[in-house]
């Protein structure tokens, strides 16, 4: 049953073709075509719809009704709305409000007109009367302007032609104004085949200007004419959609607010200005904006009422386009035209918004009872990325909707993509209740700060620390990294990102005993300010360093801006022998890893140039280790990006070496392998433009600060050749960021030659920002919670774009996936490995992380651990001793439990829901960690033994 407070979404959409008046075939052949193509859009059958809502001007009481009687006799509840020029947007949000109750809803809006305007009903009382009165109180003379037509139609154009001339007398724009942005709207209408004046010659701005002035300075060529025609959407609310299959799911599009105000005392009393829907309008959109949480410059694509072309430029004020009123002559003349990938030419207003890509009013047509829903057919095809020669690129997350009726009042709208937040196959991860938040609170206490070393063995029978008992075959060693600190010195920390790295040791001796020791990372900032005693690095995700004083009384010398702590905390692994704490942009530190003593820090005898990324895959098949390091370009002193890729064998020589530069990738984080690629993305959350690196060198935004999605920037999947190093890139059909990948695995023909890659990974959606929310994660995860997919690339068609397949609706992170299974080919796309760990809710909600999920991709199938009263970390599959089978082994997580301290809880990867064969008390609470690694080496006092 649908809930008051649901999302609605728009799932289908059509427009017919506009036509002259008198020239569509009826407004009930108008309407049923529209009804039936936006049905079959949203792949639905017209018994599917609970109600409709239908908008018209000029026609009897049930024309909707009659329309819909020719798609089937179902008995829904019919609607019929009549809002003046604003029906099609009225229909629109009564729509949506009464999907709320149905689930889902079609809205329907057609028009058959005669030429001009008329009052349907001359002999009683007009509802404009008021309005037109006032139009005289302000100085507009009465009587028609011209022979022949009537005085409704004389008066509504002198209104908009009035308004022109106060907007002109009190700001300063230029003379051709208005007529250049109908010359524009028709260069945009003749990309539109559904237009009414599609396929003829567009007008330049002087010949707009001076083709039928009707009233100064409006003309003909700046007047948007009557016509015939029918538009429609099918609405639907959240719970209904997730009914639908996923690429149904993947093209709907997000009502996100919307808002009608009507005529009020400020727009019928103040000004003509006002009079013409400037402060209905204003008030609309603040409303739309407040609900959607959207804001103007977001919204990528406007679709506004431009029954005359000097209105676009007041809305442009009144949606706050604009910098304020009388400024959107100013933001048009900002604007430039476009050429995008179809060839078609845009113009663009102040390189962000491109308004009236349809062509607006002005070159459709307007069908006063369709028009509403001719402007949300536009928006939802431009979301979808579907509008051909009219896209707006890249395509927009957000759209804006405005739609006008005189005393009708103005309806604003606001879309926004179907972004991954929600499209879940079996369910949305709601956000938590500020109930639920409290209760959640006590876990922010795991982020603390460990100040002793731990150094302490555990062993099975009676001791006060085990609960369960550690099984004899698991043997080998597991590290964990993450941030030790939550203060420096008494000055807390803005984000754990800028804590310093903790390493973490557990070694099984396959006896039934753990070793288990911990030591900070002896970086040289964390040496330096172990010896002051005091705060002396900044932080990447927003630590500022205080102003201090030395023992003389005299203002302490401060580091160097733009240099940063190396907190050296995000990953730690053993390969042949060294162990290696890394984080993404300075050089790895090598640790002793019995003792975890800091040694140094690591370059492969001069082999590493920057740095060493935290992540890493094993190729099984070569026995090599494959990493590497990254460094972002500096457009500003023309430094282009670094991208070392290096492949290691076990005696830490460098077996295969590729440095290269990608323009575009800005940051990479993982990387996933196949016997043929190097997968990384290319993510659209992070600049290294100018101006971001201005404000990080001069302390007003760091880098982790910054992080957020930007719409110009591009979304990719980026294929490097292990041999030749080339470069192969896909598009991604959405803007994500990915942190993690789990398994990839190349498909091959019968020659070995890939045909297509397989790639698992947690998604992030485009409102995700590393914002430490409520103390719970990294990320602001209770409003952008990350969803697990599979995604597919046809590496053999680079123009294709990445196919994405929700594999797992949990709000989630850190997947993990068997150590030795990281490099795969396979002849089938069901053959290779299954299973990946991850760290969730599991409880339909996003926060806290309480469960391990264990995901079978072969059969879709899935396990599911709940920590009770704990929350979670990264889980790390340790195999057993002797096993073959992928999941014949155990899965280690740290646990926090608020009253408890942190607990290890082993789990038997078969048996997940069984719960712990073994939980190892700490009865201290160790820091939250980053990532872990498995080593088959027992690093253990007093010696390490090799299996």
Excluded at 97 to 113: N, S
Aim: proline share 6%.
């Amino acid at each position: 049953m649908p809930r008051e407070e649901e999302c609605v979404y728009v799932v289908g959409v059509s427009m017919t073709h506009f036509a002259r008046p008198g020239r569509g075939g009826g407004y009930i052949a108008m309407g049923r075509a529209a009804a039936a193509a936006a049905l079959q859009d949203a792949g639905l059958p017209f018994a599917a719809v609970n109600a409709a809502v239908c908008s018209y001007c000029y026609g009897a009481s049930t024309c909707g009704q009659a329309v819909l009687a020719g798609l089937g006799r179902t008995g829904l509840p019919v609607f019929n709305t009549n809002n003046n020029c604003a029906s099609g947007g009225a229909a629109l949000q009564l729509a949506a409000a009464v999907a709320r109750q149905h689930g889902t809803v079609l809205c329907l809006g057609f028009e058959e007109m005669d030429p001009g305007l008329q009052d349907p009903f001359p002999k009683k009382h007009s509802p404009t009367a008021q309005q037109f009165a006032q139009m005289r109180t302000l100085g507009v003379p009465y009587g028609p302007l011209m022979k022949g037509m009537n005085a409704f139609t004389s008066d509504i154009i002198k209104l908009f032609a009035y308004a022109a001339r106060q907007y002109a007398a009190n700001h300063a724009v230029p003379a051709t104004l208005w007529a250049e942005v109908a010359s524009k709207n028709r260069r945009h209408g003749d990309q539109n085949p559904k237009a009414s004046l599609y396929g003829q010659k567009v007008p330049s701005a002087n010949a707009c200007a001076k083709r039928g002035v009707l009233c100064d300075p409006v003309s003909i060529g700046m007047s948007a004419g009557t016509g015939d025609g029918a538009a429609a959407c099918v609405l639907m609310t959240e719970s209904t959609l997730r009914q639908l299959p996923p690429d149904a799911q993947l093209r709907a599009v997000k009502l996100s607010g919307i808002a009608m105000v009507s005529d009020t005392e400020e727009a019928t009393s103040t000004s003509l200005f006002n009079l013409s829907g400037y402060a209905v309008a204003k008030a609309a959109a603040a409303r739309a904006f407040q609900q959607s949480g959207v804001r103007p410059a977001q919204c990528g694509v406007v679709e506004l009422h431009d029954c005359f072309s000097p209105n676009e430029v007041f809305m442009y004020d009144a949606l706050g386009l604009s910098e304020g009123e009388g400024k959107g002559g100013e933001l048009f003349m900002s604007g430039l035209w476009r050429t995008n990938t179809a060839g078609g030419r845009l113009f663009k207003l102040a390189d962000k918004w491109v308004v009236n890509p349809s062509g607006g009013l002005l070159s459709k047509g307007h069908p006063l009872g369709a028009t509403g829903l001719a402007q949300c057919y536009e928006v939802v095809t431009q979301l979808r990325g579907e509008a051909g020669l009219r896209q707006v690129e890249p395509v927009p997350l957000h759209g804006l909707q405005h739609n006008y009726g005189f005393n009708g009042g103005a309806v604003v709208a606001v879309y926004s993509r179907f972004d991954l937040v929600a499209s879940a196959l079996y369910r949305i991860p709601r956000p938590l209740s500020s109930a639920e938040l409290a209760a959640a609170a006590p876990y922010a206490k795991g982020w603390c700060s460990l100040t002793q070393d731990i150094d302490m063995v555990v062993s099975n029978g009676t001791d006060l620390h085990l609960e369960g008992v550690i099984p004899s075959d698991l043997c080998g060693t597991f590290f964990r990294n993450g941030p030790g600190l939550r203060e420096v010195y008494g000055h807390p920390l803005a984000h754990p990102i800028d804590g310093d790295g903790l390493v973490l040791r557990l070694a099984f001796r396959g006896d039934g005993t753990v070793d288990i020791k911990s030591r900070f990372v002896d970086t040289k900032t964390h040496r330096k300010e172990c010896e002051a005693q005091r705060i002396l690095y900044p932080g990447m995700m927003g630590t500022r360093v205080p102003e201090a004083v030395d023992k003389d009384g005299k203002k302490a010398k401060r580091v160097p801006k733009g240099v940063f702590r190396d907190p050296a905390h995000t990953n730690v692994f053993e390969w042949g022998g060294r162990l290696l704490a890394c984080h993404e942009y300075l050089l790895p530190w090598r640790m002793d890893p019995v003792t975890l003593e800091t040694v140094g820090n690591e370059t492969l005898n001069g082999t590493l140039k920057h740095s060493l990324a935290a992540h890493f895959r094993y190729d099984q098949t070569q026995d090599r280790l494959v990493c590497f390091g990254f460094r972002a370009g500096i457009p500003l002193i023309k430094r282009p990006s670094s991208f070392q890729i290096l492949e290691v064998t076990r005696g830490w020589v460098v077996a295969r070496e590729h440095q290269i530069s990608v323009p575009g990738l800005n940051y990479v984080h993982d990387l996933a392998v196949t016997p043929t690629f190097y997968i990384v993305q290319m993510t659209p959350f992070v600049r290294t433009d100018k101006e971001s690196l201005a404000k990080v060198v001069s302390g007003e935004a760091f880098p982790g600060e910054q992080m957020a999605c930007s719409a110009d920037l591009p979304c990719r999947l980026v294929f490097i050749n292990r041999i030749t190093g080339t470069v192969q890139q896909y598009d991604m059909r959405q803007k994500v960021h990915i942190y993690h990948f789990g398994h990839a695995r190349e498909v091959v023909d019968d020659a070995c030659s890939p045909k297509a890659v397989h790639i698992d990974a947690v998604c992030l959606p485009a409102n995700m920002r590393m914002q430490w929310q409520h103390e719970l994660f990294l990320s602001n995860v209770n409003d952008a919670p990350g969803l697990f997919y599979h995604m597919t690339v046809d590496v053999a068609d680079p123009a294709k774009t990445v196919s994405m397949d929700l594999a797992d609706s949990v709000s989630t992170e850190f997947p993990t996936v068997h150590p030795n299974l990281h490099v795969n080919s396979v002849k089938d796309a069901e053959e290779g490995p299954r299973f990946t760990y991850l760290m969730c809710n599991d409880g339909g909600m996003r926060l806290p992380f309480q469960h391990i999920v264990k995901h079978d991709r072969l059969l879709r199938d899935r396990q599911s651990y709940l920590a009770e009263g704990c929350t979670l970390g990264e889980p790390i599959f340790a195999p057993r001793v002797g096993s073959v089978a992928e999941d014949d082994g155990y899965v280690i997580v740290q646990a926090f439990h608020p009253g408890r301290g942190s607990e290890f809880h082993i789990l038997d990867a078969r048996r997940l829901e069984d719960g712990p064969v073994c939980k190892i008390k700490m009865r201290v609470s160790i820091p939250y960690g980053f990532h872990g690694t498995w080593s088959h080496g027992v690093f253990a006092k007093p010696a390490a033994a090799r299996l």
